[in-house]
């Protein structure tokens, strides 16, 4: 789990239910450290994007009203056993993350 | 509350380097998430603001969220040509919570789990063939999911 991205796929058909949960501290930049009083800077995941065999099916963006370790579900038609399934984000700072699974 | 030149500073600065960030970022839509109101966000997101409340847009969301840090929060259509998928809390600070682009294969369903800072509307937007349809439904807030 290196990549921080949790991922399940189930096959019902020829559609994918996909699971995600991505590990990310999603900080608003509205929030103060108690201590110092200081803002805590923005810091958050902005674009997910999933892709089957490659191609891009759902890119999903997201503003820091999304809770920490974003969870994000979605279905994909038209797959099949043996297709190969990747998810990655990028965070506002250009950090990234990516993720694949095989379905079966 | 004016804003201090401390502040105005900062958020210059971090406007600088918003403009920097890499070319990747440019498909995400910042003026969307930087818009503060419902219909600012529709037209940063969708051009216009022109909707008609429709039932095959499905909105899931509790009735009430106990803890507004994670208010789970689902979308679905049964429209035929769902391109994209907006999802609006109107009192947030920002109001766009996410939105979805759907390609080819992507079903109009979508599951995620937003932060709410208190009781407020949330709209689900869906464009399907270039037509807007929307769904809302009030969640009550007990503890904010805003603050520190």
Known sequence: ?104 | MGVSRRLFLRGAAAAAVLMALPRALLAWPEKAFKANSRDDVMKALFGGTEASESSAVVLNAPDIAENGRVVPVSVSSTLDGVETIGIIVEENPSPLAASFDLGPGAAADVSTRLKMGKTSNVIAVVRADGKLYTAQKEVKVTIGGCGG
């Open chain 1, 1 to 104: 789990m290196a990549s921080g991205i949790r991922m399940k796929a189930k096959l019902k058909g020829d559609t994918a239910e996909v699971k995600t949960l991505m590990k990310h501290e999603m900080e608003t930049g509205t929030r103060k450290d108690k201590k110092t009083g200081e803002t805590i800077p923005a810091h958050y995941i902005t674009e997910v994007k999933a892709e089957l065999n490659g191609k891009v099916v759902m890119t999903a963006n997201f503003g820091p009203a999304v809770s920490k370790n974003p969870y994000f579900a979605f279905n994909v038609s038209g797959a099949k056993a043996g297709d190969t399934l990747t998810v990655n984000w990028v965070d506002n700072e250009g950090k990234s993350a990516s993720e694949e699974l095989t379905l079966s």
